[in-house]
């Protein structure tokens, strides 16, 4: 086998990989998407779709990608080509990859903005310019944020600043030293908000609506949902796997460490539900707000109650620390990329990337403004550019890039080698390599099919 070269650095022990790839898992995705699809969902139902999706298509891609990236130790695109030079595969295969760093870049150019409304809610919440606020004054403050160019590009500016100063410093320096008190304050100030909120507001309303399911209220587009969610919560296909198991120090556990952070990203997203829920059914909240939900009815409930201002900037704080976490995550495979391809150090790389997506950005902060350039026609609907590059990546390229990483793992891979690095039992890995094989590709295919509208069940 020929030896592979490595340009990069690795994390420094298996905990500061769990913890640098469970802060890229959670996210926004868990605390602001999946408590309001699931409240437009129905509930108990849709979790437990949400949790066999998770077990059965995104463990096994999380796994399929790690190998990728641990056995190509280099950024996405070229991972693949290694590897698919190595079982003499076609390098069409490399693609894949290189779909998942574009999804990636595309991602973190609306993401950063949406981490800087949570960095403004910060201020605003710890102002007291909630207390006793009144719902048309919580609705003023969302659309005045919303609609402010100036504020939004200071916002996302200064999360890209951070993100691309973390990154600039390197793997050990910068990524690892972040995540490790990131995600434990995280993890804690979700405890504290949950626990509070539990106490304060409508817990057992709460538990019957998350966890008894009621299959009346499923319908296909809702198992569809569950399953374009759990790709995206857990940052697969989007090059941040692939990019993470190249620095994967060598006798890590793939299958242990991918059960893990599944369980730490789903355990996060239930706890957020828990948190979040009580609130809004003490205070006659819609459960299906939609997007709206944390930023524009939350602060209602924190303006009314006992240590709301204090507990609603905790909570505002933990999104920013879930986003950033997610953020250094999203950027990196870019970085790596430049790295490797044109040789500049990670100061410059990282640099050039963040001015790159900062340039992007401003197409999704303008689409929140209402600017008219930023509308698009797509096919026969028109949308803004934030919804067309979310569409883009959640809809299009996640399911498309895990489809094509569960085949090439599947296939193209002699399957001893995947099961020497495994390490499970002959029934285990045989359920593994055929999840990868038949079962994901089949059911994202499905999906996929499904969301572009080939397919209409
Ligand atoms: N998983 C992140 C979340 O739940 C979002 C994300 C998607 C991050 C893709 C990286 C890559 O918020
Ligand atoms: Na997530």
Redesign the pocket.
Known sequence: MPQIENTHAQWSNRLAYILAATG???????????PYIMGENGGGAFVLVYLFCIAIVGIPVMIAEVYLGKTGRQSPMRALGVVAKKYAASAAWKYAGGMGVL??YL??SF?AVIAGWACAYVIETAQGHFINATPSEVKTTFESLTSSAPQLIAWTSFMLLVTVGVVAKGLQKGLERCVRYMMPAMFLLLIIIAGYSANYGEFSQTIQFMFAPDFSKLTVDSVLEALGHS??????????MIMYGAYLPENTSIVKTSIWIALA?TMV?LIAGIAIFPIVFANGLEPSAGPGLIFQTLPLAFGHMPAGQFIGSLFFVMLVF??FT??I??IESSVAWLVEKKGFNRMLSAALSGFGLWLLSLLSIFSFTGASWTEVHWFESSMNFFEMIDYL?AKIM?PLGGFFIALFVGWCVKQQDLAMELKLSPFMFLVCSNLLKFISPLIILIVFLNLIGVLKF
């Open positions: 890229a898992a959670v996210g926004l995705g868990n605390i602001w998407k999946f999804a990636g991602i973190l993401y790709f995206f919560t857990l940052s697969l296909a989007s090059g941040v990203d997203a879930a986003a997610s953020a995550a999203l990546t996640l």
